[in-house]
C-alpha cells in the first residue's frame, strides 16, 4: 500500500517562500505523476500543479509564477516551494499521487493526510 | 478553462439514497471521479464514472451522462456524513478541475 507523507513548517511569514516535502513509501516514484493540492480553511480543492517522476512539471496557471516542484528519486521524495507567500496561501496542502493519463483521464489514487500551512508575522 | 459545479448541500435521512450531481458543459464524454472527504484526507470512491477502488461499498455508484454526472450512495448511513468531491481532467490544458463539493447531511 502507497502511503504519502507531507513535512514541513507550519508557520510561514508573508514575502517568503513555503517549502513543503512528501515522502512516498510503499512504492517508486517512478512511472507515476505527483501532486500537490491544498485546502483553504472551509473551502475546496485547489490543484498547484503536478510532476513526472523524471522532472517534466504542470502548474495552476493562476500559481504558475510562484510554484516550483522537484523530485528525489534517491529519497523517494517531491517538493513544492511557493513563493512570495501571503495569508491567501493558508490552507491546508496535500500530496497525492497521479495516475498515467489512459485516453483522456486520470486520478489521483492516493493522498497523503495534509498539512496545515499559515501564513502569519 | 473547464468548470465543473456541484450544489453545496445534500440532506437524507438514514437508510436513503443520496445523489450528488456535478455539472459541467458535455460532460458525458469526460470519465469522472469522485472524493469522499471527512475531516482528514479526501478518499477515492468512485472512478472512471462508475468504477469503485478496492474496499469501497457497493453502495457507491455513479453515473455520466450529457451536462450532468452523478454519485448515487444508496442505504446512507451516519458514517457516510461527509463532502464530494467531483474530479475530471481537461485534455486541452492536461489540467485536473475539481468540483466546489457538496456536503453531505444525514439527517
Known amino acids: ?121 | 478553462s473547464y468548470v465543473l459545479t456541484q450544489p453545496p448541500s445534500v440532506s437524507v435521512a438514514p437508510g436513503q439514497t443520496a445523489r450528488f450531481t456535478c455539472g459541467g458543459n458535455n460532460i458525458g464524454s469526460k470519465s469522472v471521479h469522485w472524493y469522499q472527504q471527512k475531516p482528514g484526507q479526501p478518499l477515492l470512491v468512485v472512478y472512471d464514472d462508475n468504477d469503485r477502488p478496492s474496499g469501497i461499498p457497493e453502495r457507491f455508484s455513479g453515473s455520466n451522462s450529457g451536462n450532468t454526472a452523478t454519485l448515487t450512495i444508496s442505504r446512507v448511513e451516519d458514517g457516510d456524513e461527509a463532502d464530494y468531491y467531483c474530479q475530471a481532467w481537461d485534455r486541452s490544458t492536461d489540467h485536473p478541475v475539481f468540483g466546489g463539493g457538496t456536503k453531505l447531511t444525514v439527517l
Open chain 1, 1 to 121: 500500500q502507497v502511503q504519502l507523507q507531507e513535512s514541513g513548517p507550519g508557520l510561514v511569514k508573508p514575502s517568503e517562500t513555503l517549502s513543503l516535502t512528501c515522502t512516498v513509501s510503499g512504492g517508486a516514484l517512478r512511472s507515476y505523476y505527483w501532486s500537490w493540492i491544498r485546502q483553504p480553511p472551509g473551502k475546496g480543492l485547489e490543484w498547484i500543479g503536478y510532476m513526472y517522476y523524471s522532472g517534466s512539471t504542470n502548474y495552476n496557471p493562476s500559481l504558475k509564477s510562484r510554484v516550483t516542484m522537484s523530485a528525489d528519486t534517491s529519497k523517494n521524495q517531491f517538493s513544492l516551494k511557493l513563493n512570495s507567500v501571503t495569508a491567501a496561501d493558508t490552507a491546508v496542502y496535500y500530496c497525492a499521487r497521479l495516475l498515467p493519463i489512459v485516453g483522456t483521464t486520470t486520478h489521483f489514487d492516493f493522498w497523503g493526510q495534509g498539512i496545515l500551512v499559515t501564513v502569519s508575522s
